[in-house]
């Protein structure tokens, strides 16, 4: 693969209701990556950028966004999925030859909708829906599964929350960001059991937007560049009873593919970091497993042992996640940008040390069906 | 530098006004396995799956997982890209990059919809502002009708203009088995009659002057796939690859009241950096046959002015020469158009296949008269949005 470099990073904050419109959330974090980037949108070739008709409310939902993302004479399309994906494809129109460089935007506003109908929406009309199946009773669902599989308890689960929220509190873009402790969650209403309201993400609003550029496109900024090492993505059966919902293979696939390509061997030691798609805390310890940072049935052990602590060997979240920020779609873009400012050793108070080389992970559809792994690096 | 690339398969279901035979999934797996077997190759041979369509019109969010066990998507990467009418050629688009980056030798490409399972204008009219578009213009036709609107005022433009494109699309689709649409009625009968029969209907019912029913796409359930493959791979998958001699597209515009109607500034911008790319001077004489996506029937005679092959206020003249009839210098839309057959997802993926299928010589009875060179495919959507691609017989350089 080519080299291409990410040279501009812009994120609104996330909170629970925002104001702007769609049109001034977009404008806002393309606004702040182009500035990042040291240059304007004349800069720019070819724009991608992801909405989701549901969530937005809106048929063709790119179409109100398209100025605001500075599309005006310019190629651009659009992607409906997580924000890794738009990433990813942004990254194979520079690579194609075509253009030299992207700039990638995703937007959400989950306070305009209701979450449980949007992710109700995801199922099977006829036999699924009207059973009231959402995003996070399905998630409950694997979550007892995985249970089964690997021995994990809520008890387990409660310390990725805590670990994330605080880990929030260094993170001026998080939403939910507090010290809590492992009695806090346990004893946090239950939503869907066995997941309880400190298991679950925010509904969350916001933007984010990087730019993208070639070597030769790199010429027209002022940035340093973070290379994309590596990159893979991968999507399981949709049938949840077609799938083992406590193994997740697609994950397994796509980290051995972009670690293939970025030539990492041993990820727990080869990476410094890692910013995965935690949409409810037990996803922590099985992404864990999926992405070979721990054995099969370990993810408990890991989260216990600290080492994906900020301060540990392989800490995961050092931004809080997205237990903390929950812009849906965003969300994996943010996990991107976290990771490059990390690597550019620009992240503050949630700095990890010697930070070279980091993964950022996005999944789409329920149960994170779909996977898509970054592996970046200086 | 990237891949060449071409399109080297595509299968497509029967299009028809309704499909209660099939779910969405279903429906998917039709056009997915007439695609492979054009190919002669198995699922296990695609590297990627790209597919689009539009939510609102089914009411199933996040299709791409939902369909994976219809489109083969099953441990495979896929993709949903999505931009309203132009949809299905932006799915081609994605999958021409994926392949141009080097990273997939063979993509599938998925475009469907099922629109008897929606209220379409319905679900179009929320693609516009709540609060300035909705209420007066907003949805599929009212955008088109002040477009006619403006170019009969400029030109002189008649309603006998506009039935001249109906009744090419119209005859052009009687050779076509896949269309929705057969008007057999207009099977041999002198053009003139037919446009005379079209204006004078008292059945043909006005939708927003000077827009009659057949002026316009009707709603349609269906699917589409195609093969885009590397050119390390595309002969030994096809005797004659339908090569990407470029695309492009524009999505200038966020509200119809910005347009400058007395132009189609994306298609124009568009196709003036697709022919840039592939050194094409002049349109109507480099390019053999055309795919385009033509809403309704105005677009033929104004549309064909912005991409080049036509002065200001020649398209009627174009027409009523006979030069885009199957037989003229330049056959367009030789399947029957968008105006005879218009699942909206898979439409402009439909475009991309049937000109490919033009360049293969495998068109059967709409296989037009000559070797082509060139065959031209354009995508409408959005808010005037313009997706173009060129598909060309040589290996491009």
């Given at each position: 693969?080519?080299?291409?470099?990410?040279?501009?990073?812009?994120?609104?904050?996330?909170?629970?209701?925002?104001?702007?419109?769609?049109?001034?959330?977009?404008?806002?974090?393309?606004?702040?990556?182009?500035?990042?980037?040291?240059?304007?949108?004349?800069?720019?070739?070819?724009?991608?950028?992801?909405?989701?008709?549901?969530?937005?409310?809106?048929?063709?939902?790119?179409?109100?966004?398209?100025?605001?993302?500075?599309?005006?004479?310019?190629?651009?399309?659009?992607?409906?999925?997580?924000?890794?994906?738009?990433?990813?494809?942004?990254?194979?129109?520079?690579?194609?030859?075509?253009?030299?460089?992207?700039?990638?935007?995703?937007?959400?506003?989950?306070?305009?909708?209701?979450?449980?109908?949007?992710?109700?929406?995801?199922?099977?009309?006829?036999?699924?829906?009207?059973?009231?199946?959402?995003?996070?009773?399905?998630?409950?669902?694997?979550?007892?599964?995985?249970?089964?599989?690997?021995?994990?308890?809520?008890?387990?689960?409660?310390?990725?929350?805590?670990?994330?929220?605080?880990?929030?509190?260094?993170?001026?873009?998080?939403?939910?960001?507090?010290?809590?402790?492992?009695?806090?969650?346990?004893?946090?209403?239950?939503?869907?059991?066995?997941?309880?309201?400190?298991?679950?993400?925010?509904?969350?609003?916001?933007?984010?937007?990087?730019?993208?550029?070639?070597?030769?496109?790199?010429?027209?900024?002022?940035?340093?560049?973070?290379?994309?090492?590596?990159?893979?993505?991968?999507?399981?059966?949709?049938?949840?009873?077609?799938?083992?919902?406590?193994?997740?293979?697609?994950?397994?696939?796509?980290?051995?593919?972009?670690?293939?390509?970025?030539?990492?061997?041993?990820?727990?030691?080869?990476?410094?970091?890692?910013?995965?798609?935690?949409?409810?805390?037990?996803?922590?310890?099985?992404?864990?497993?999926?992405?070979?940072?721990?054995?099969?049935?370990?993810?408990?052990?890991?989260?216990?042992?600290?080492?994906?602590?900020?301060?540990?060997?392989?800490?995961?979240?050092?931004?809080?996640?997205?237990?903390?920020?929950?812009?849906?779609?965003?969300?994996?873009?943010?996990?991107?940008?976290?990771?490059?400012?990390?690597?550019?050793?620009?992240?503050?108070?949630?700095?990890?040390?010697?930070?070279?080389?980091?993964?950022?992970?996005?999944?789409?559809?329920?149960?994170?069906?779909?996977?898509?792994?970054?592996?970046?690096?200086? | 530098?990237?891949?060449?690339?071409?399109?080297?398969?595509?299968?497509?279901?029967?299009?028809?006004?309704?499909?209660?035979?099939?779910?969405?999934?279903?429906?998917?797996?039709?056009?997915?396995?007439?695609?492979?077997?054009?190919?002669?190759?198995?699922?296990?041979?695609?590297?990627?799956?790209?597919?689009?369509?539009?939510?609102?019109?089914?009411?199933?969010?996040?299709?791409?997982?939902?369909?994976?066990?219809?489109?083969?998507?099953?441990?495979?990467?896929?993709?949903?890209?999505?931009?309203?009418?132009?949809?299905?050629?932006?799915?081609?688009?994605?999958?021409?990059?994926?392949?141009?980056?080097?990273?997939?030798?063979?993509?599938?490409?998925?475009?469907?919809?099922?629109?008897?399972?929606?209220?379409?204008?319905?679900?179009?009219?929320?693609?516009?502002?709540?609060?300035?578009?909705?209420?007066?213009?907003?949805?599929?036709?009212?955008?088109?009708?002040?477009?006619?609107?403006?170019?009969?005022?400029?030109?002189?433009?008649?309603?006998?203009?506009?039935?001249?494109?109906?009744?090419?699309?119209?005859?052009?689709?009687?050779?076509?088995?896949?269309?929705?649409?057969?008007e057999n009625w207009m099977q041999g009968m002198d053009v003139n009659t037919i446009v005379d029969l079209i204006v004078t209907s008292e059945q043909n019912q006005m939708l927003a002057y000077p827009l009659r029913m057949s002026d316009?796409?009707?709603?349609?359930?269906?699917?589409?796939?195609?093969?885009?493959?590397?050119?390390?791979?595309?002969?030994?998958?096809?005797?004659?690859?339908?090569?990407?001699?470029?695309?492009?597209?524009?999505?200038?515009?966020?509200?119809?009241?910005?347009?400058?109607?007395?132009?189609?500034?994306?298609?124009?911008?568009?196709?003036?950096?697709?022919?840039?790319?592939?050194?094409?001077?002049?349109?109507?004489?480099?390019?053999?046959?055309?795919?385009?996506?033509?809403?309704?029937?105005?677009?033929?005679?104004?549309?064909?002015?912005?991409?080049?092959?036509?002065?200001?206020?020649?398209?009627?003249?174009?027409?009523?020469?006979?030069?885009?009839?199957?037989?003229?210098?330049?056959?367009?839309?030789?399947?029957?158009?968008?105006?005879?057959?218009?699942?909206?997802?898979?439409?402009?993926?439909?475009?991309?296949?049937?000109?490919?299928?033009?360049?293969?010589?495998?068109?059967?009875?709409?296989?037009?008269?000559?070797?082509?060179?060139?065959?031209?495919?354009?995508?409408?959507?959005?808010?005037?949005?313009?997706?173009?691609?060129?598909?060309?017989?040589?290996?491009?350089?």
């Amino acid at each position: 693969m080519d080299r291409v470099a990410i040279v501009g990073l812009g994120q609104t904050t996330y909170e629970r209701r925002k104001e702007a419109t769609f049109e001034e959330l977009v404008f806002e974090a393309a606004t702040a990556a182009l500035s990042d980037a040291g240059a304007d949108i004349a800069a720019i070739d070819n724009i991608v950028t992801v909405s989701n008709d549901f969530w937005d409310g809106r048929t063709i939902s790119s179409m109100a966004i398209q100025d605001a993302a500075g599309s005006w004479g310019k190629d651009i399309s659009t992607v409906e999925g997580d924000g890794t994906f738009g990433v990813l494809y942004g990254l194979m129109r520079i690579l194609s030859g075509s253009f030299r460089t992207t700039l990638v935007v995703a937007h959400v506003k989950g306070s305009e909708g209701v979450m449980n109908l949007i992710t109700n929406a995801m199922f099977d009309p006829i036999y699924q829906r009207a059973l009231g199946i959402d995003a996070t009773s399905s998630a409950a669902l694997q979550a007892r599964a995985y249970m089964g599989l690997s021995g994990a308890t809520e008890e387990d689960f409660a310390y990725v929350s805590v670990k994330n929220h605080k880990n929030a509190l260094g993170n001026p873009y998080a939403q939910v960001a507090r010290e809590i402790t492992v009695g806090d969650v346990l004893a946090s209403r239950k939503v869907a059991d066995p997941l309880k309201l400190l298991d679950c993400s925010p509904v969350s609003d916001g933007a984010a937007a990087v730019v993208l550029a070639s070597g030769e496109g790199l010429k027209r900024f002022k940035r340093n560049p973070v290379w994309i090492r590596g990159v893979a993505h991968c999507s399981d059966a949709y049938t949840l009873g077609y799938r083992d919902l406590a193994r997740p293979r697609a994950l397994r696939q796509s980290a051995q593919q972009a670690y293939a390509m970025a030539g990492i061997k041993d990820p727990a030691r080869d990476l410094d970091l890692a910013e995965i798609y935690d949409a409810y805390s037990y996803m922590e310890l099985m992404w864990y497993e999926g992405l070979g940072l721990a054995p099969e049935g370990g993810g408990a052990a890991l989260i216990r042992s600290g080492r994906t602590q900020i301060e540990g060997e392989i800490p995961v979240n050092p931004s809080g996640g997205v237990l903390s920020a929950h812009p849906v779609l965003v969300a994996g873009l943010a996990r991107i940008i976290e990771a490059v400012l990390q690597i550019r050793g620009e992240a503050g108070a949630r700095q990890v040390k010697r930070a070279q080389t980091a993964l950022a992970h996005g999944i789409n559809g329920p149960c994170g069906q779909a996977h898509c792994v970054f592996i970046l690096g200086a | 530098m990237g891949k060449r690339v071409a399109v080297v398969a595509f299968g497509q279901t029967y299009q028809k006004s309704s499909r209660k035979d099939v779910n969405g999934v279903e429906l998917i797996n039709e056009a997915v396995r007439a695609c492979l077997a054009d190919a002669e190759m198995s699922i296990r041979d695609i590297g990627a799956i790209v597919i689009g369509n539009m939510d609102h019109f089914e009411g199933i969010n996040y299709v791409d997982m939902w369909s994976v066990e219809g489109s083969g998507g099953v441990m495979k990467p896929i993709l949903k890209v999505t931009t309203g009418g132009t949809t299905g050629t932006t799915v081609a688009m994605c999958a021409y990059y994926h392949v141009a980056s080097g990273l997939f030798d063979r993509v599938l490409a998925i475009g469907w919809e099922k629109n008897s399972e929606s209220d379409t204008t319905g679900a179009i009219i929320t693609a516009f502002s709540p609060f300035w578009e909705r209420p007066n213009v907003g949805g599929a036709i009212a955008g088109l009708a002040v477009e006619a609107s403006k170019y009969m005022h400029n030109f002189g433009v008649t309603e006998r203009d506009g039935a001249r494109i109906a009744a090419r699309e119209r005859i052009h689709a009687l050779n076509n088995p896949y269309a929705q649409i057969h008007e057999n009625w207009m099977q041999g009968m002198d053009v003139n009659t037919i446009v005379d029969l079209i204006v004078t209907s008292e059945q043909n019912q006005m939708l927003a002057y000077p827009l009659r029913m057949s002026d316009m796409c009707p709603r349609t359930d269906g699917a589409a796939a195609a093969i885009f493959a590397s050119e390390d791979v595309a002969e030994r998958i096809a005797p004659v690859p339908a090569w990407v001699a470029g695309t492009a597209n524009r999505h200038n515009y966020v509200y119809l009241g910005d347009i400058d109607w007395d132009h189609n500034d994306t298609l124009e911008g568009a196709s003036r950096a697709v022919f840039e790319k592939a050194g094409i001077r002049e349109p109507l004489k480099e390019i053999s046959v055309c795919e385009l996506y033509l809403p309704y029937s105005y677009a033929g005679l104004k549309w064909m002015e912005s991409i080049g092959f036509c002065g200001p206020g020649e398209g009627p003249k174009l027409a009523w020469d006979g030069v885009t009839d199957m037989g003229g210098e330049l056959p367009v839309n030789p399947s029957g158009g968008v105006m005879s057959s218009n699942p909206i997802g898979a439409t402009g993926l439909i475009r991309v296949g049937e000109a490919a299928l033009q360049i293969m010589g495998r068109a059967g009875a709409r296989q037009v008269n000559r070797k082509v060179e060139y065959a031209l495919t354009t995508g409408f959507g959005g808010c005037g949005w313009a997706d173009v691609m060129l598909l060309g017989r040589a290996r491009p350089s």
